[in-house]
């Protein structure tokens, strides 16, 4: 009981702590593609594509204190040239931290120009921006932390899962005269995606973003001496993802994903392999593994059905909190689906006369 409750504790210092330097993540981050990188917007071949993300950290000792939903939704909206085009979109997130009910939710448009490089368009260039509001604020009032600063109570460097941030001794959560204040600043992101088509069995997606650019303040979120406001650091994503087509019925999709935010990094590794199970009927199996370095083994499956995907994962702990989480971490679940809207192409009669 008395490391369960240090482990509480602890998460809920280890994620509150640092908030103008952690943010979500995702191990199933390639189901989150607006969430990753703003050029994604678009990126897919179809007329829509609606998805979401559900992660639930610790649900099966913590269950309910850190858990993120998301949604998005975006298209290709007009074709530029003759192969270029451009995606508009939009996504939303609320991620809740903690007994001090940390809720940080916001929501973000974005859109991105592809660019054709050649005249087949097999190899593609993208700028993506994306822009929108942040909001953050304790929904538990008081929450047992206020006017307390993070390096007097804990002043090890101390890390978990998702968090490789030392605390910071320099940041309260919240000014003692105020008992719940509200975060909100306009966010800004950015991103470049690159796309190549190498071969009939191969393809290659590499991509970089910029995230929290414009560094909104955190109003409420002080330094020590109330000098000034902290501000929401900035993140950098980058990422990669190749197909290569083993079989006609095996596929193997290697992706990596690195990311920095303030003095926080994080790399994961991951491996599927699909199986077409029914081609006629368009049935794929797909499974998995990943490692998130020093935090976390990944586990890694899903289903495709025609143009819908499914995908489940749970991580395996193995960070320094593996003897009180005992190896157990955050469980995903995540929908994607592709909408197609074709005209129908209009025929016209031919009437046919048989010479005798």
């Given at each position: 009981m008395k490391s369960l409750k240090a482990l509480l504790l602890f998460c809920s210092f280890a994620l509150l702590a640092p908030l103008k330097g952690q943010d979500i993540h995702f191990s199933m981050f390639d189901m989150a593609p607006l969430s990753l990188n703003p050029a994604y917007t678009g990126a897919?071949?179809?007329t829509y594509r609606v998805g979401g993300v559900y992660r639930d950290q610790w649900a099966s000792f913590l269950p309910g204190q850190f858990t993120t939903p998301s949604f998005y939704l975006d298209a290709p909206v007009l074709t530029v040239r003759k192969n270029d085009w451009i995606g508009v979109g939009g996504m939303v997130y609320q991620d809740q931290a903690g007994i001090g009910k940390l809720l940080t939710s916001t929501y973000q448009l974005s859109a991105a120009y592809h660019l054709a490089l050649d005249k087949k368009a097999d190899n593609v260039l993208t700028l993506g921006v994306q822009g929108g509001q942040l909001f953050r604020k304790f929904s538990n009032k008081g929450g047992g932390f206020r006017g307390t600063y993070l390096g007097?109570?804990?002043?090890?460097?101390?890390?978990?899962?998702?968090?490789?941030?030392?605390?910071?001794?320099?940041?309260?959560l919240w000014p003692d005269n105020d008992e719940n204040?509200?975060?909100?600043?306009?966010?800004i992101q950015a991103g470049l995606l690159f796309k190549s088509r190498i071969s009939k069995t191969m393809d290659l997606t590499l991509g970089f973003a910029a995230l929290h650019l414009a560094r909104g303040k955190n109003y409420g979120l002080v330094s020590k001496d109330n000098s000034e406001d902290a501000r929401q650091n900035m993140r950098f994503n980058v990422h990669g993802q190749m197909n290569m087509a083993l079989t006609d019925k095996w596929t193997l999709t290697p992706q990596f994903l690195y990311t920095r935010m303030?003095?926080?990094?994080?790399?994961?590794l991951q491996a599927w392999?699909?199986?077409?199970?029914?081609?006629?009927?368009d049935i794929n199996f797909r499974a998995g593994l990943g490692y998130r370095?020093?935090?976390?083994?990944?586990v890694l499956a899903g289903v495709d059905y025609k143009d819908l995907r499914v995908g489940v994962s749970y991580d395996v702990n193995v960070s320094s909190l593996k003897d009180a989480t005992r190896f157990r971490g955050g469980f995903e679940v995540a929908l994607m689906y592709v909408g197609k809207i074709y005209k129908k192409?209009?025929?016209?009669?031919v009437i046919i006369c048989p010479k005798f």
């Amino acid at each position: 009981m008395k490391s369960l409750k240090a482990l509480l504790l602890f998460c809920s210092f280890a994620l509150l702590a640092p908030l103008k330097g952690q943010d979500i993540h995702f191990s199933m981050f390639d189901m989150a593609p607006l969430s990753l990188n703003p050029a994604y917007t678009g990126a897919f071949y179809g007329t829509y594509r609606v998805g979401g993300v559900y992660r639930d950290q610790w649900a099966s000792f913590l269950p309910g204190q850190f858990t993120t939903p998301s949604f998005y939704l975006d298209a290709p909206v007009l074709t530029v040239r003759k192969n270029d085009w451009i995606g508009v979109g939009g996504m939303v997130y609320q991620d809740q931290a903690g007994i001090g009910k940390l809720l940080t939710s916001t929501y973000q448009l974005s859109a991105a120009y592809h660019l054709a490089l050649d005249k087949k368009a097999d190899n593609v260039l993208t700028l993506g921006v994306q822009g929108g509001q942040l909001f953050r604020k304790f929904s538990n009032k008081g929450g047992g932390f206020r006017g307390t600063y993070l390096g007097e109570q804990f002043p090890e460097n101390l890390g978990g899962e998702g968090n490789s941030t030392p605390l910071d001794p320099a940041i309260s959560l919240w000014p003692d005269n105020d008992e719940n204040p509200d975060v909100h600043f306009f966010d800004i992101q950015a991103g470049l995606l690159f796309k190549s088509r190498i071969s009939k069995t191969m393809d290659l997606t590499l991509g970089f973003a910029a995230l929290h650019l414009a560094r909104g303040k955190n109003y409420g979120l002080v330094s020590k001496d109330n000098s000034e406001d902290a501000r929401q650091n900035m993140r950098f994503n980058v990422h990669g993802q190749m197909n290569m087509a083993l079989t006609d019925k095996w596929t193997l999709t290697p992706q990596f994903l690195y990311t920095r935010m303030g003095p926080a990094s994080e790399a994961a590794l991951q491996a599927w392999g699909t199986y077409a199970w029914d081609p006629q009927r368009d049935i794929n199996f797909r499974a998995g593994l990943g490692y998130r370095f020093g935090d976390a083994a990944e586990v890694l499956a899903g289903v495709d059905y025609k143009d819908l995907r499914v995908g489940v994962s749970y991580d395996v702990n193995v960070s320094s909190l593996k003897d009180a989480t005992r190896f157990r971490g955050g469980f995903e679940v995540a929908l994607m689906y592709v909408g197609k809207i074709y005209k129908k192409p209009k025929v016209k009669p031919v009437i046919i006369c048989p010479k005798f």
